[in-house]
């Protein structure tokens, strides 16, 4: 790359970015945000204080993902609940979640990053105070999956704007770091808060995310870019919004619906040939459509499709991890449910302390070096946890899986997220975001569903051992990772 009036230019020899291959990109002007993010010192970065905003959006949004779990029983007794529909509380929100992202994405780099951000924080708040005063089971199920949906537009314009904003390198890095540290934060102090709130009472669990909801709205109207004005809009592919967000939302629902049912149940094959029938029917769509919603060539770069496979494993191997270890502790060992939230703070911390720089060393050594370390150490954690026992001490056999985790999670998710988004025209940043998002959660549905089939098998075929279960299960989430291993190889630069 050299420089041409102060702003990067690729060199005439080097091949055409996706942008190119893609169709030509829109005009921007140096003064626009998207010129920003394309060239380092063009002009400055929000600042320190619009990254907070968008870091408690990722913190409050973590938090929502794991404080529900440990406040279930206590929805069941209140609101008399049955089993069957309990799940659905934690099912709704993941079914609207990863159904939504896609679309999310996109309507972010149309109408503006900045815009849909605050709607959907304005939205989250909202409806968590709806969920926190439901006087039934089913409003509160209806509640989590609009809430989901909402999450589904948040995630994808809270990224985007921290990529088309942040220019590539270091200060990117170390932005990303940021926001991969309180997501972790949040999905750690989730456990732990979610067990404590419990304790006075289980509404306070949904009325957690609130004052941060009210927060991030205020200060991100003040604080956030706005969005670039002049620029022509493109029309949302509707067909293609229509196709993608039913496939998915079909795949979801079959794949948390699986393990109650059977795999190989005629409902399960039925629900997984029909999603499979209209995501066939979207690819067609898109393959036909001059401005479509998901570009297939954007799908098959090499960084791209490394990265999206790489948080397809990483993802579902720790969401199976996390409930593994829940089990085990609760189960096994017998710890309340607070002892067992306390048992990961050590992950959390040592996140924390990593992953700020993390982005920093992935753009002094290399992104590819970096997620191969970090699911390196992924894999040694998840090993470490066959050494667990009926007795088993925590200090010597607990602790060193949660801190070795929490090293490799900071290395891993920053790294990531940096690959999927380089080299990304700003106006497809959104996008970036919300596929990278979206195999990361269709990836947690079905590790999860793998492993809690194989867990109940391996129970059913050993009665004696009650650790039986948790030592097959340990053995697909560490298969896992060495799968997301190889994938990371397409992540590596060519010669």
Not at 90 to 116: E, I, P, Q
Request: charged share 15%.
């Amino acid at each position: 790359m050299r420089k041409r009036n102060g702003i990067l230019a690729p060199k005439p020899t080097e091949r055409p970015g996706f942008a190119e291959r893609t169709g030509p990109a829109e005009p921007t002007k140096p003064t626009e945000p998207a010129a920003a993010g394309s060239a380092a010192g063009a002009s400055p970065s929000p600042g320190a204080l619009a990254l907070l905003v968008l870091c408690a959006a990722h913190f409050m949004d973590a938090i929502d993902l794991s404080d529900v779990g440990v406040a279930l029983p206590a929805i069941q007794r209140d609101l008399g609940m049955a089993s069957g529909s309990l799940q659905w509380v934690v099912s709704a929100y993941a079914l609207g979640y990863g159904g939504f992202l896609l679309l999310g994405g996109r309507v972010a780099d149309l109408f503006g990053r900045r815009r849909a951000f605050l709607t959907a924080t304005a939205v989250f708040g909202a409806v968590s105070v709806l969920g926190a005063l439901a006087p039934t089971g089913d409003l509160l199920i209806a509640a989590r999956l609009v809430k989901g949906i909402a999450a589904g537009f948040l995630a994808p314009a809270a990224l985007s704007l921290i990529t088309t904003n942040w220019p590539e390198g270091a200060r990117r890095g170390r932005a990303l770091g940021w926001y991969a540290t309180a997501g972790a934060c949040g999905f750690v102090g989730g456990l732990v808060l979610g067990g404590v709130l419990t304790e006075l009472s289980w509404r306070l669990v949904f009325a957690l995310p609130v004052p941060i909801a009210v927060g991030a709205l205020l200060a991100g109207r003040r604080l956030l870019p706005a969005d670039p004005r002049g620029n022509t809009r493109e029309r949302l592919d509707v067909p293609g919004a229509l196709t993608a967000t039913a496939a998915l939302l079909l795949l979801v629902y079959a794949l948390t619906q699986a393990p109650a049912h059977g795999w190989l149940s005629a409902r399960t094959l039925v629900l997984l040939a029909t999603a499979t029938a209209v995501l066939t029917l979207f690819v067609r769509i898109e393959s036909r459509t001059r401005r479509p919603l998901v570009p297939l060539p954007f799908l098959t770069r090499r960084a791209t499709a490394g990265a999206n496979l790489t948080i397809f494993a990483m993802w579902g191997a720790y969401t199976s991890f996390a409930f593994l270890a829940t089990l085990y502790l609760q189960n096994v060992l017998d710890w309340t449910p607070l002892q067992t939230a306390g048992a990961f703070v050590p992950l959390g911390l040592a996140n924390g302390a990593l992953a700020p720089f993390a982005g920093r060393l992935a753009a002094r050594f290399g992104v590819h070096r970096m997620i191969t370390a970090g699911m390196l150490l992924l894999a040694l954690s998840y090993g470490l946890f066959f050494r667990i026992g009926p007795d088993s001490p925590f200090l010597t056999v607990v602790l060193p899986v949660m801190v070795v985790n929490g090293i490799g999670t900071a290395a891993t998710f920053p790294a990531l997220n940096m690959s999927a988004v380089t080299g990304v025209p700003d106006r497809d940043q959104g996008l970036a975001g919300a596929v990278l998002n979206t195999f990361m959660q269709i990836g947690g549905a079905v590790v999860l569903a793998l492993v809690t089939a194989v867990v109940e098998a391996g129970r059913r075929g050993d009665g004696a051992d009650p650790l039986a279960g948790y030592a097959l299960g340990t053995g697909v989430i560490v298969a896992t990772v060495l799968a997301g291993l190889a994938a990371a190889v397409l992540i590596r630069p060519r010669s």
